[in-house]
């Protein structure tokens, strides 16, 4: 089955809801290399607390695009992987992040003219 994403009752926008939040890109970049643990995680990331990269975390797994993998040592060790689906995510993800970079200038200027402030 596949979706229609102009359908306001349609899943896929579920879907785009995830893959479009910042954190949920950024876990996908930061997982591609391979698996990592929480506090991995949050130093790549950035500007993320806790709560909010768990919160993700979460919702990514029950949305299928990584397991959380708890090792039975003492301190107890959790590390994060991305799943076949969540890999087959980091193309695209890496192409928009691509994008972003090599644009990011002409963008911030836009958004500066639009404002009527200086480049």
Known sequence: M???AFDPGCPTRLILDRIGDK???LVVLSLTDGPRRFTEL???IGGVTPKVLTQTLRAMERDGLLTRHVF???P???EYALTP??????KPIQAITDWAEENV???VAARARHDGLPA
Do not use: F, N
């Open 72 to 74: 039975a040592e003492v």
């Open 76 to 78: 107890p060790r959790v």
């Open 105 to 107: 200038e002409a963008v």
């Open 42 to 44: 949050r130093r790549l």
């Open 23 to 25: 954190w949920s890109v």
């Open 2 to 4: 596949r979706g229609d």
């Open 85 to 90: 689906l969540g890999l087959s995510l980091g």
